[in-house]
């Protein structure tokens, strides 16, 4: 992906990203609104202590690359609209990496895709999730949960109510896995894009406490100001991983020793489940790790 | 509340334009004959018809750029049967199948021939023997500009051949040309700078991006190494007479024509709109690092522009070629053009 010449006036290179030709053969190319982004700027070269004018010469400067065809990464942190006065805080979304959505050491979550690799973590089961549903007798309660907040200690007066999230996004590669509430209770997908990677709108019910999507307690302790919502999910392997073929593991992964009540040899395959905050665009990247039990020495 | 997209108002911010790009095609002739040693010239079995490249053809690299042809309409004198006549029912059937994709039929389903001037219906000159270059679509692109069309063609003896030249050229069709092909609109092709009936030598049809030359055009005693133009266009085959054509086209030039629909999407951005940013970087402990107090301004950095469904689904995107600052002190709009 090249630069643009910066050298000229500025212009603007379009191009159909391919879900865009997608829906052009499909004859369901729409275009309705837009959005801005500013991927390529580290807002961490605004210079405060230099006198106005020259605070963002760093900035102005970037090189910007050409556009990406591809949907999913086209366009990644979005420019935000907020009326009402000035802001100087704004929420985040957090990983809550504590109590039963601990991750494991390195930072993942574990999948594991069938019983054979589960019960090679029945002594050590932070981090981990499984095919599994409750009836089956599976004890593991591993889930991911975001929480969203101003996580600054200076600000705790309440979130206002134009920044709170009420409705996430999440994405996962549909062949790796699909996403299931904290009672396993699979969730509808709402898009399968060109790349199969699937999108879950996840939001909140106004009549129920028992969704997806709740209010965060000021008292959770991932969020150190003023709290918004919590987002809770989990990861369940999609059929092709379950089988006897180790095809997608040996083509998208590889293998990996892991000690846990010994040193076993697992099949894996990495992937990033993503979710956006609907309201403020707002993305946080969370890596798994998908396992096949394979061998022990 | 806080919001990432905004919608377009589809009777104010998306417009549809057309647009018409000219490029312009020479072709020299030393491209056509002697560059490539004949390498780029692609003949077929069947001898229906010669191709010719843009580079030596067994390469990946090559494109190809336009055929030659010859045809004879079957009440030619140059048209029969016999030793003599070689190839003779081919160059009929070329001439056939050029004419009824492109001049079509009478009342009575017969095919009618290529006209001098394009009065079908008075009758007049008919051009008999004739020579096709077929233009491809990746030259000729939606159709040949009117009025842009230059031959040089050498009239000189076979071993000098551009001693002597015709300037060929569509005259005036800009404002004159015909509709009456099934084909599309057509022009006149003629010789010398006057656009009358006496110097017309061939036709040009702009949408389909054939030309046709009447054999008379290449008139010299010597049209190939050892025959007048009579002589081989009865007497010598398809290729050999293409061959000899190409080694009198001294230049070949047009403009071709490419229709550009596009869809203008215009992006208006208020003062208030897109002040803020979820870029990582743009926080540091959930503050704003811009910004020291909550009333200073608002600034982000816009670099790239997503064109989205209903359903939030990127369709398109622009990349602007240098950031653009964004504060509540201006308002922009930003022109984005998808063409089709």
Same mark, same amino acid.
Request: with cysteine; charged share 25%.
């Given at each position: 992906?090249?630069?643009?010449?910066?050298?000229?006036?500025?212009?603007?290179?379009?191009?159909?990203?391919?879900?865009?030709?997608?829906?052009?053969?499909?004859?369901?190319?729409?275009?309705?609104?837009?959005?801005?982004?500013?991927?390529?700027?580290?807002?961490?070269?605004?210079?405060?202590?230099?006198?106005?004018?020259?605070?963002?010469?760093?900035?102005?400067?970037?090189?910007?690359?050409?556009?990406?065809?591809?949907?999913?990464?086209?366009?990644?942190?979005?420019?935000?609209?907020?009326?009402?006065?000035?802001?100087?805080?704004?929420?985040?979304?957090?990983?809550?990496?504590?109590?039963?959505?601990?991750?494991?050491?390195?930072?993942?979550?574990?999948?594991?895709?069938?019983?054979?690799?589960?019960?090679?973590?029945?002594?050590?089961?932070?981090?981990?999730?499984?095919?599994?549903?409750?009836?089956?007798?599976?004890?593991?309660?591993?889930?991911?949960?975001?929480?969203?907040?101003?996580?600054?200690?200076?600000?705790?007066?309440?979130?206002?109510?134009?920044?709170?999230?009420?409705?996430?996004?999440?994405?996962?590669?549909?062949?790796?896995?699909?996403?299931?509430?904290?009672?396993?209770?699979?969730?509808?997908?709402?898009?399968?894009?060109?790349?199969?990677?699937?999108?879950?709108?996840?939001?909140?019910?106004?009549?129920?406490?028992?969704?997806?999507?709740?209010?965060?307690?000021?008292?959770?302790?991932?969020?150190?100001?003023?709290?918004?919502?919590?987002?809770?999910?989990?990861?369940?392997?999609?059929?092709?991983?379950?089988?006897?073929?180790?095809?997608?593991?040996?083509?998208?992964?590889?293998?990996?020793?892991?000690?846990?009540?010994?040193?076993?040899?697992?099949?894996?395959?990495?992937?990033?489940?993503?979710?956006?905050?609907?309201?403020?665009?707002?993305?946080?990247?969370?890596?798994?790790?998908?396992?096949?039990?394979?061998?022990?020495? | +509340?806080?919001?990432?997209?905004?919608?377009?108002?589809?009777?104010?911010?998306?417009?549809?334009?057309?647009?018409?790009?000219?490029?312009?095609?020479?072709?020299?002739?030393?491209?056509?004959?002697?560059?490539?040693?004949?390498?780029?010239?692609?003949?077929?079995?069947?001898?229906?018809?010669?191709?010719?490249?843009?580079?030596?053809?067994?390469?990946?690299?090559?494109?190809?750029?336009?055929?030659?042809?010859?045809?004879?309409?079957?009440?030619?004198?140059?048209?029969?049967?016999?030793?003599?006549?070689?190839?003779?029912?081919?160059?009929?059937?070329?001439?056939?199948? +050029?004419?009824?994709?492109?001049?079509?039929?009478?009342?009575?389903?017969?095919?009618?021939?290529?006209?001098?001037?394009?009065?079908?219906?008075?009758?007049?000159?008919?051009?008999?023997?004739?020579?096709?270059?077929?233009?491809?679509?990746?030259?000729?692109?939606?159709?040949?500009?009117?009025?842009?069309?230059?031959?040089?063609?050498?009239?000189?003896?076979?071993?000098?051949?551009?001693?002597?030249?015709?300037?060929?050229?569509?005259?005036?069709?800009?404002?004159?040309?015909?509709?009456?092909?099934?084909?599309?609109?057509?022009?006149?092709?003629?010789?010398?700078?006057?656009?009358?009936?006496?110097?017309?030598?061939?036709?040009?049809?702009?949408?389909?991006?054939? +030309?046709?030359?009447?054999?008379?055009?290449?008139?010299?005693?010597?049209?190939?190494?050892?025959?007048?133009?009579?002589?081989?266009?009865?007497?010598?085959?398809?290729?050999?007479?293409?061959?000899?054509?190409?080694?009198?086209?001294?230049?070949?030039?047009?403009?071709?024509?490419?229709?550009?629909?596009?869809?203008?999407?215009?992006?208006?951005?208020?003062?208030?709109?897109?002040?803020?940013?979820?870029?990582?970087?743009?926080?540091?402990?959930?503050?704003?690092?811009?910004?020291?107090?909550?009333?200073?301004?608002?600034?982000?950095?816009?670099?790239?522009?997503?064109?989205?469904?209903?359903?939030?689904?990127?369709?398109?995107?622009?990349?602007?070629?240098?950031?653009?600052?964004?504060?509540?002190?201006?308002?922009?709009?930003?022109?984005?053009?998808?063409?089709?």
């Amino acid at each position: 992906m090249a630069f643009l010449d910066n050298s000229g006036d500025i212009i603007l290179d379009a191009v159909l990203t391919d879900t865009g030709r997608l829906r052009m053969a499909q004859g369901t190319f729409r275009i309705q609104k837009f959005a801005l982004g500013d991927d390529e700027i580290d807002y961490g070269l605004f210079n405060k202590s230099q006198p106005t004018g020259q605070q963002d010469l760093d900035i102005l400067g970037t090189p910007i690359l050409e556009a990406f065809t591809d949907n999913a990464s086209g366009l990644k942190s979005k420019l935000l609209t907020i009326g009402g006065e000035e802001r100087l805080y704004l929420p985040v979304l957090k990983l809550h990496n504590e109590g039963t959505s601990q991750t494991r050491n390195d930072g993942a979550y574990y999948i594991a895709v069938n019983q054979q690799t589960k019960e090679k973590f029945a002594t050590d089961k932070t981090g981990v999730m499984t095919y599994f549903q409750p009836s089956d007798g599976a004890d593991f309660d591993t889930v991911i949960e975001v929480h969203q907040g101003i996580d600054n200690a200076e600000k705790t007066d309440a979130l206002s109510a134009d920044l709170i999230e009420n409705q996430y996004i999440v994405e996962i590669d549909n062949l790796l896995g699909s996403v299931y509430n904290a009672d396993n209770a699979q969730k509808a997908v709402s898009y399968i894009d060109d790349d199969n990677i699937a999108s879950y709108f996840l939001y909140k019910e106004a009549s129920s406490e028992g969704t997806e999507v709740k209010t965060l307690r000021e008292d959770a302790g991932t969020i150190a100001g003023a709290p918004g919502t919590k987002l809770t999910f989990r990861i369940k392997p999609q059929d092709a991983l379950k089988g006897t073929s180790d095809v997608w593991f040996e083509r998208l992964g590889g293998e990996v020793s892991i000690t846990t009540d010994t040193a076993h040899t697992f099949y894996y395959v990495d992937a990033t489940v993503k979710v956006m905050g609907v309201t403020t665009g707002y993305r946080l990247d969370i890596p798994v790790r998908f396992l096949k039990w394979k061998s022990t020495p | +509340m806080a919001q990432v997209y905004k919608l377009f108002d589809t009777l104010k911010d998306i417009k549809e334009t057309r647009t018409l790009l000219h490029e312009n095609i020479p072709i020299t002739g030393s491209l056509v004959s002697g560059t490539y040693s004949d390498e780029n010239i692609k003949n077929f079995s069947h001898g229906r018809f010669q191709s010719v490249y843009d580079y030596p053809y067994l390469s990946s690299s090559a494109n190809h750029i336009f055929d030659i042809s010859v045809g004879l309409t079957s009440d030619s004198g140059l048209s029969g049967s016999g030793a003599d006549f070689v190839e003779s029912k081919e160059k009929v059937l070329m001439y056939n199948q +050029m004419a009824q994709v492109l001049v079509g039929y009478d009342i009575n389903g017969s095919i009618l021939q290529f006209d001098q001037d394009g009065d079908l219906l008075a009758g007049g000159n008919k051009l008999k023997e004739c020579v096709f270059l077929n233009f491809s679509r990746l030259l000729a692109k939606d159709e040949i500009k009117k009025e842009s069309v230059n031959l040089t063609i050498g009239t000189g003896s076979y071993g000098s051949a551009f001693d002597g030249t015709h300037s060929v050229k569509d005259l005036n069709a800009a404002s004159e040309y015909r509709v009456n092909s099934p084909a599309g609109e057509y022009g006149i092709l003629y010789t010398g700078s006057v656009a009358e009936t006496a110097s017309a030598v061939g036709l040009v049809y702009y949408q389909a991006g054939v +030309m046709v030359l009447t054999a008379s055009l290449f008139n010299s005693t010597t049209f190939n190494a050892t025959q007048t133009v009579d002589q081989a266009f009865s007497g010598s085959s398809t290729q050999d007479i293409c061959d000899a054509v190409r080694h009198r086209l001294q230049n070949i030039q047009f403009n071709n024509t490419v229709e550009l629909n596009s869809r203008i999407y215009f992006c208006r951005i208020e003062p208030d709109d897109f002040n803020y940013s979820s870029n990582p970087t743009y926080l540091s402990e959930s503050k704003i690092v811009v910004k020291d107090e909550k009333e200073d301004e608002s600034v982000s950095y816009i670099t790239t522009v997503g064109l989205y469904s209903s359903d939030n689904e990127l369709l398109a995107v622009a990349k602007l070629s240098e950031p653009l600052k964004k504060t509540r002190a201006n308002s922009l709009i930003l022109r984005t053009r998808l063409d089709f």
